[in-house]
């Protein structure tokens, strides 16, 4: 796989400082499927290189997680997050006698240039956002692993399939793979790894569980119903036990069809149903590569990130065990995009917000009623409590980014001037406030998407 000079040289430095280290390897990243990815790829090609090392998945990490890391290591390394913390990280390391890598691609705080060794610090920090590089549409935080892995030892191009697992994802696969995951895509495809075939994400054992279980299209009458669904399939002279990979192009293309038609006829924007028609990944050991993505992110939600990496290191029971979970998710999901549906969401001038009690599936719940149940034109904050604290999700479209809308920024403004904090990516970000800022929270999230969008027509 061939890389831009810089990167390339970005990369061979992490692999050097890698391989220089003869003592202990500490990983720390984030806790959802890309994290999860990230750290499983990278365990396994310090696996291989014999390196030793030991990984933990977290949701957030604030300053006193960084001073009280636990263990004796000589090299740490920050997947999936750390920019926005890399100066922490550095005196934390100084102090230790030890060194980092930040592997990251969310925003580094307005700095213009990465850490680096030959500063006189303590970190090698690689975020595409600092070469040039749509950090939220163009690379993961698993493509990075991927890429250190692959500088390590060429032998690790087959963890190109997991890169691709934790992009999917982080939803980087909308409206299509660019940049540095795309590069992954073609080496992927090339190889043989995976295959590809364009058309709606739909998952599942089956057409009728494919239908049944589908949260994203969420097909109002269609999903949760599987009366419906069997008709519906029955109609279109399809058998619903029949598998989706048995399907033939002109078959797929009348099922597709109708869902198009239908979602339209429902009021779904255009270009949200547009980016439906994308292309899927397939590989012979995993299927569709969405069931692969979505089940390793499941174990993050369940809080089982073991099992997540277990799943990226091969282990077959584990994936069966991840995928079951990940249809008993998709399961609630509904429940909860059918309860939200029947209640409605609160709506002010340019935001609509709602309570979401599972905590661990508000930002799924967030970007779905934003897609495909209420108004499109405004973002959708969902909100949930946690321990004393509210945590917050954020999601939009990429139309709506598009005209100025940056929902990283709003989180992190509005998150710290409520005694809080919050980032992400302007389509997709999150957030901690005191349980007792939430009114003013709202307030500044309002005004601040209402002089985002200031101007355009569709601002709402």
Known sequence: MK????????????????????????IISHYDGDGISSAGILTRA???????????????????????????????????MGSSQADRFSRMLIERGARGIILDHHLADGRDRPFSLHDGGAIHEIN?????????TGCSGSTLAFLLALSMDPVN???????????????????????????????????????????????????LEALVTSNDPFIKGLSGNEKESRELLELLGMEPERTLDSLKDDELKVLHSYVYIRLLREGISPYIVHELFRENLFSERYGNLLDLAYSIDTCGRNGEMGKGVRVVWGDPEAYKEALNDRYEKKKIIQELLQRTLKEGANEMDHILWLRVEEKNLAGTIAGLAHNYLFDHEKPVIAISRDDGKINISGRADRELCGRGLNLAVIMKEAGSACGGGGGGHDVAAGGHIREDQLEKFLEICNKMVGEQLEGDSGGG
């Open 3 to 26: 890389l831009p000079a810089s990167i390339s040289e970005r990369f061979g430095e992490a692999a050097a400082l890698v391989e220089s280290t003869a003592g202990a390897i500490r």
């Open 128 to 136: 595409p956002r600092f070469l040039g590089i749509n950090g939220t």
């Open 46 to 80: 310090l696996y291989r290189s014999g390196k030793k090392f030991k990984a933990t998945m977290v949701s957030v990490l604030e300053d006193e997680d960084i001073e009280n890391i636990d263990g004796d290591f000589e090299l740490l390394i920050v997947s999936d």
């Open 157 to 207: 191009e087959d963890l190109c399939i997991f890169s691709l697992a934790g992009s999917l994802a982080d939803r980087q696969h909308v409206p299509m793979f660019s940049e540095l995951n795309l590069g992954v895509r073609e080496l992927a495809v090339a190889r043989g790894y995976l295959t590809s075939r364009r058309g709606m994400p739909f998952s599942g054992r089956n057409l």
